[in-house]
């Protein structure tokens, strides 16, 4: 009788558990806004100015397709991480590249109104998608997704 004894991939480490959970939580998140926001939710989107909601209502649909990429992407990467699974590896840097893509054409735009408070989330956002796929990158280089 003869043992397969090819290996299965490294041993993820304890952190794999807590990071996938709070990636999956945060791009969670991520997508109940895009849910509320698309389906004008006015429960959810009374708390913003009418200038905003006017501005996210008459964005063009190739922005919701780069939101919707950024957002629903990184959530399905993250279960593709705590699946163990190579393929967060590509999911998170396309999420990333979608949002970088979506902020950066916010930021030319002279008529996008600011959202008082939250100028900073664009930056935290793309730290935290660049940081999710360096972590995946990283996890696919140990052997620990296959």
Known sequence: MTEDATPLGAKAGWHIWPV??????????GCFDFMMKTT?????????????????????????????????????????LLMRSKTAVTLFAAAFI????SFYVRWQEIVAPPVKGMEFM???????GFALTAYAYWQSTRGVLR
Do not use: C, E, H, K
């Open 122 to 128: 664009p930056f935290v956002i793309l730290v935290i």
């Open 20 to 29: 996938g959970i709070l990636a999956a939580v945060w791009n969670g998140y």
């Open 40 to 80: 004008r939710n006015p429960a959810y989107t009374a708390q913003f100015a009418q200038d905003i909601q006017t501005y996210w209502y008459s964005m063009p649909w190739w922005m919701f397709g780069l939101w919707s990429v950024g957002v629903f992407g990184a959530l399905i990467a993250s279960l593709a």
């Open 98 to 101: 979608a949002s970088a893509a």
